[in-house]
């Protein structure tokens, strides 16, 4: 008897057409990311349905899916929909629960259906993903070598150069975090002297943009990386420390930034400061609904009082926190924290399963993703979710063949099938 992933494997018309249709994902990618962002979104469903298509007929999506992962998904965004209940908009609020929900389970379905590949058709992706960043990069010099020729034909003049450069910011993030996949891949086709110079120029690249937050999660996504390769077990301590220390001590870091001045230290600049203000905020909002939270998406409706905010005539909160970790404890409450640690925790056992280098990079990536997302974007906004889930199914993409067998035979619950023949491994 065979599993449906085994039976699919077999079937190379329609494994090549996935091929080609998770090649041009992972193209498209990195130059939609810089120039249309919020059309990831779009890509990211089209894509899964798709995939879905190629391999309906020999197996179900769910079949494809990692279990342990996509259980802690559906209960975070079961409880997402019932924290909409006490939202100020509870009806919006469980609408956009509802498509978090979907377009995180499509991501998962797309790292299962990433793993069905053989190495010809894996390179064919990884290609994909190479010509895409390629592209996205020579975008970027073209923008600040001419003067940001394509964002004003795209969305005309900007009214000062920071506005120019600011327009290039999710783009700058999407690069940051896609290089990761990128260097594990040079590295697995012996490309090694290129796979340890791609995120130091993708820092240079980030460090001649007015993105801090692709800066700083670059520079911790290096280091963590550089720990990580000392060995497992220092990596895993960073995985774990980075998954639990933003929750439980992101409220206590706040309040300690603020009555350290940050919020009017000149050599920060102003948007920096701006958070920290907002940060402080947050931090007492956090500790009068410390259970439940305030509601799902409701940090910009969330009562102010006599509160000041940075900016005179400004909102204390505009529209979210520019911070991932306050943001789950002000809208999810302590009950939100520990599902989050749920669905981080079963998405970092996986990393920790995977070959040496895929593992660094893959690390170096996952720090690199929760540093921006502490201090950047709100977490529902589909665009940023779609960026990260992309780079999710990208890694998965550019792993060796029998790192993304190991990778499916943790992620069910079956128990495993026997090896299959060596004719069949070498096709």
């Known amino acids: 008897m065979t599993t449906p992933t085994q039976d699919l494997s077999r079937q190379h018309p329609r494994l090549n057409r996935l091929s080609l249709i998770l090649a041009g994902f992972c193209l498209l990618l990195p130059v939609l990311g810089l120039l249309a962002p919020k059309a990831v979104v779009p890509l990211s469903l089209v ?19 990692d279990r342990s992962i996509t259980l802690a998904v559906c209960l975070f965004v079961g409880w997402c929909l019932v924290a909409s209940l006490w939202s100020p908009l509870p009806q919006e609020a469980a609408v956009l629960a509802l498509r978090v929900g979907v377009l995180l389970l499509i991501i998962v379905f797309l790292c299962g259906a990433a793993g069905l590949m053989d190495a010809a058709q894996s390179r064919r992706a990884g290609l994909g993903l190479t010509v895409g960043l390629v592209l996205a990069v020579l975008l970027v010099l073209i923008e600040f070598v001419f003067g940001f020729p394509i964002y004003t034909a795209l969305k005309g003049p900007s009214a000062s150069d920071y506005a120019a450069y600011s327009r290039l910011n999710r783009g700058i993030t999407t690069l940051a975090i896609l290089v990761w996949p990128l260097a594990a891949l040079c590295w697995h086709l012996r490309f090694r002297t290129i796979a340890f110079a791609v995120p130091p120029a993708a820092l240079a690249l980030a460090l ?5 937050a692709a800066v700083l999660g670059l520079v911790a996504g290096l280091v963590a990386a550089a720990l990580a390769g000392l060995g497992r077990t220092a990596g895993r301590l960073i995985l774990a420390a980075a998954i639990t220390l933003p929750l439980l001590a992101g409220p206590g870091v706040a309040k300690l930034m603020k009555e350290a001045g940050l919020h009017e230290a000149t050599y920060l600049s102003q948007t920096a400061r701006y958070r920290v203000h907002t940060w402080d905020f947050v931090a007492d909002k956090i500790v009068e609904r410390p259970l439940v939270g305030w509601g799902f998406d409701s940090s910009a409706s969330i009562p102010t009082a006599d509160a000041e905010p940075f900016r005179h005539g400004r909102k204390v909160i505009p529209s979210h926190p520019h911070n991932g970790p306050l943001q789950i404890l002000l809208e999810l409450g302590a009950v939100g924290a520990v599902l989050t640690i749920a669905v981080l925790f079963f998405i970092a056992r996986r990393v920790d399963g995977l070959p040496p280098a895929a593992r660094v990079c893959s690390q170096g990536m996952f720090i690199t993703i929760l540093c921006i997302a502490s201090t950047a974007y709100g977490l529902w906004q589909s665009h940023w979710l779609a960026v990260i889930g992309g780079a999710a199914v990208a890694s998965v993409v550019v792993l060796p063949r029998t790192a993304r067998d190991n990778l499916q035979q943790k992620a069910a619950t079956d128990p495993p099938e026997p090896q299959p023949s060596a004719a069949h491994r070498d096709r």
């Open 208 to 212: 001649s943009s007015q993105s801090s």
């Open 47 to 65: 894509t899964g349905l798709a995939a879905a298509a190629m391999v309906w007929t020999l197996a179900r999506p769910w079949q494809l899916m």
